[in-house]
T-cell receptor
Framework: GENVEQHPSTLSVQEGDSAVIKCTYSDSASNYFPWYKQELGKGPQLIIDIRSNVGEKKDQRIAVTLNKTAKHFSLHITETQPEDSAVYFCAAPRVTGGGNKLTFGTGTQLKVEL | KAGVTQTPRYLIKTRGQQVTLSCSPISGHRSVSWYQQTPGQGLQFLFEYFSETQRNKGNFPGRFSGRQFSNSRSEMNVSTLELGDSALYLC????????????FGPGTRLTVT
């Protein structure tokens, strides 16, 4: 099955700096790569995703890049703000068998310091 | 559109009891997936229901079961609760296209004592 590794597990940045979180996946057939943000006491919120037919996608201060050859994808947050502090998860689907099963990375605790 | 709703939000049960959790997906979504989130194991897939049929299943014991109704609402049941079942149970809703986009509810925090 799919295996997703995520690094780093914790990340502390100064407000205004950039943050980068990286994930690798094992199933070369995977074709969809979402990123979720989870704040304390809430469910994961889908913040951006990318499909395998593009290499980069941007939405205001967040962007995701995908390298299918190396089987890794990254989340980039620019001009970080205190409200960006949360746990971020990457995920990849299990393509065989159909359906909507996602395998998640272990999460990155991002702390944006004033 | 209203988001995914889950009830109850918090639950305390005793070892050996059973529990039923409920999830209402986003209007028009026909796929509901359930995940267990714990500090030690992270987010783990339990099962997915689509059009009242289980379409995918994770690696959990048979004590974990689910069902989906004709209005796409889903329930999951855990029988003979164990201390290790204490977790945040999350429900995610998807459209019918199998395009993997999933939207999560706030979760049900289950504590087993």
């Amino acid at each position: 099955g799919e295996n997703v590794e995520q690094h780093p597990s914790t990340l502390s940045v100064q407000e205004g700096d950039s943050a980068v979180i990286k994930c690798t996946y094992s199933d070369s057939a995977s074709n969809y790569f979402p990123w979720y943000k989870q704040e304390l006491g809430k469910g994961p919120q889908l913040i951006i995703d990318i499909r395998s037919n593009v290499g980069e996608k941007k939405d205001q201060r967040i962007a995701v890049t995908l390298n299918k050859t190396a089987k890794h994808f990254s989340l980039h947050i620019t001009e970080t703000q205190p409200e960006d502090s949360a746990v971020y998860f990457c995920a990849a689907p299990r393509v065989t068998g159909g359906g909507n099963k996602l395998t998640f990375g272990t999460g990155t605790q991002l702390k944006v310091e004033l | 559109k209203a988001g995914v709703t889950q009830t109850p939000r918090y639950l305390i049960k005793t070892r050996g009891q059973q529990v039923t959790l409920s999830c209402s997906p986003i209007s028009g979504h026909r796929s509901v997936s359930w995940y267990q989130q714990t500090p030690g194991q992270g987010l783990q897939f339990l099962f997915e229901y689509f059009s009242e049929t289980q379409r995918n299943k994770g690696n959990f014991p048979g004590r974990f079961s689910g069902r989906q109704f004709s209005n796409s609402r889903s329930e999951m049941n855990v029988s003979t609760l164990e201390l290790g079942d204490s977790a945040l149970y999350l429900c995610a809703s998807s459209g019918s296209g199998g395009n993997y986009e999933q939207y999560f509810g706030p979760g049900t925090r289950l504590t087993v004592t």
